[in-house]
């Protein structure tokens, strides 16, 4: 089983072509709640999924993905949570 990080990685390679990558991509950025953002863009064919958690303050999350557009938050011990949700989605991409 390969980890979520190295899924993402392989994702975004085989999608790089010297145009793809100028207007799409991977995004994890840290946000001022405090927790993070995962987001990614232009898959195709991913499947939507709406999920929100909130266990306490400081333990979230919250997902929104279409078929082209993942974006996904959390607190701040949750980015390998969000980044297990965002393989799990780019699977189906």
Known sequence: MTDPLTALQRWYA???????????GIEIANIDNP?????????SDGKPLD???ERDEMD?????????AFAGYG???????????????????
């Open 14 to 24: 085989s999608r790089c072509n010297g145009v793809w990558e100028h207007a799409h």
């Open 35 to 43: 927790g993070w953002r995962v987001k990614i863009d232009g898959a």
């Open 51 to 53: 999920l929100h958690v």
């Open 60 to 68: 979230w999350i919250s997902i929104r993905a279409t078929d082209t």
């Open 75 to 93: 607190g701040p011990g949750n980015l390998p949570e969000l980044l297990v949700l965002a393989a799990d989605w780019i699977k189906d991409a």
